[in-house]
């Protein structure tokens, strides 16, 4: 890494904080961690550094989830503090999803890159279509369902998160209003629910690359890089409060709308990716 240009070093923190300011606002206006924007630009990054093909994939998630933790902390602690999150939600979540991301994580450690993108591409395709076309026709019921399908739709919210590098908040915004809560209450407990997934996240991903070691780059824990968390998770938290601000500020429908541009986009880029 010492070897490369100071030309090219330059212009790649210049990305990846360019990177961060967008993760940030993504991660306050939507409660996601940015994950979508963070994992194809750390795929350039760890392309250049030689990072085997193989490990790459899995570097780009476990480094994901890292530099998302600080980021959804902060975005739930402002959510938080406007009263939109649904605290007994968060509670029933966090245990399954925790569940769900040792499973992903786990089995991270033998999947190809292409599942990865696989997932990705068919929930963020799915919820898309959801929220472009049919968010106020589709719903489940206007009551939230028992403990026991809480509980499972956490564990499939961790699961999934750990396998594309995400905190969650796409899937569990769908979940949240199809049950009849609004968008800023999904978006609040989604920011909330991704606290633990991210951290467990981040943790799983540094015990599932620890064999491969000697592969990865320098300053790396596992799938975790330490130079791309410095980097970038800094200007991400910083720039989620804006996004919080927006998430308040603009109507209901207007921010389904957004949210299902960004997560169509999202998925038609990973889905090029396997042409």
């Given at each position: 890494m010492l070897g490369?240009?100071?030309?090219?070093?330059?212009?790649?923190?210049?990305?990846?904080?360019?990177?961060?300011?967008?993760?940030?606002?993504?991660?306050?206006?939507?409660?996601?961690?940015?994950?979508?924007?963070?994992?194809?630009?750390?795929?350039?990054?760890?392309r250049g550094l030689?990072?085997?093909?193989?490990?790459?994939?899995?570097?780009?998630?476990?480094?994901?989830?890292?530099?998302?933790?600080?980021?959804?902390?902060?975005?739930?602690?402002?959510?938080?503090?406007?009263?939109?999150?649904?605290?007994?939600?968060?509670?029933?979540?966090?245990?399954?999803?925790?569940?769900?991301?040792?499973?992903?994580?786990?089995?991270?450690?033998?999947?190809?890159?292409?599942?990865?993108?696989?997932?990705?591409?068919?929930?963020?395709?799915?919820?898309?279509?959801?929220?472009?076309?049919?968010?106020?026709?589709?719903?489940?019921?206007?009551?939230?369902?028992?403990?026991?399908?809480?509980?499972?739709?956490?564990?499939?919210?961790?699961?999934?998160?750990?396998?594309?590098?995400?905190?969650?908040?796409?899937?569990?915004?769908?979940?949240?209003?199809?049950?009849?809560?609004?968008?800023?209450?999904?978006?609040?407990?989604?920011?909330?629910?991704?606290?633990?997934?991210?951290?467990?996240?981040?943790?799983?991903?540094?015990?599932?690359?620890?064999?491969?070691?000697?592969?990865?780059?320098?300053?790396?824990?596992?799938?975790?890089?330490?130079?791309?968390?410095?980097?970038?998770?800094?200007?991400?938290?910083?720039?989620?409060?804006?996004?919080?601000?927006?998430?308040?500020?603009?109507?209901?429908?207007?921010?389904?709308?957004?949210?299902?541009?960004?997560?169509?986009?999202?998925?038609?880029?990973?889905?090029?990716?396997?042409?």
């Open positions: 490369y240009p100071m030309s090219e070093i330059l212009l790649l923190v210049l990305w990846i904080a360019g990177a961060g300011l967008l993760v940030g606002i993504l991660a306050g206006l939507f409660g996601i961690g940015g994950g979508a924007v963070i994992v194809p630009v750390l795929y350039e990054v760890f030689n990072v085997p093909e193989d490990l790459r994939m899995q570097m780009c998630i476990g480094t994901s989830l890292a530099i998302i933790v600080p980021t959804t902390v902060l975005s739930y602690k402002a959510h938080k503090q406007r009263g939109a999150a649904i605290p007994e939600v968060v509670r029933i979540w966090a245990l399954p999803a925790v569940l769900g991301v040792a499973i992903g994580a786990v089995t991270a450690s033998y999947a190809s890159a292409a599942v990865f993108k696989i997932v990705f591409v068919i929930f963020a395709g799915f919820i898309s279509a959801r929220m472009l076309f049919g968010a106020d026709r589709l719903q489940l019921g206007q009551e939230l369902p028992g403990r026991a399908l809480l509980s499972f739709y956490g564990l499939i919210l961790g699961l999934v998160s750990s396998l594309v590098g995400v905190s969650g908040g796409a899937i569990s915004n769908a979940v949240l209003t199809l049950y009849g809560r609004s968008m800023q209450q999904a978006v609040a407990t989604s920011a909330g629910v991704g606290v633990p997934i991210t951290i467990a996240g981040a943790i799983g991903y540094m015990l599932a690359g620890w064999p491969h070691q000697a592969q990865l780059p320098p300053l790396s824990i596992g799938f975790v890089s330490l130079i791309g968390l410095v980097l970038m998770a800094p200007v991400s938290s910083y720039t989620a409060q804006y996004g919080v601000r927006l998430a308040h500020w603009l109507p209901r429908r207007k921010l389904e709308i957004a949210f299902g541009k960004f997560l169509g986009l999202a998925s038609l880029r990973f889905l090029f990716s396997l042409i």
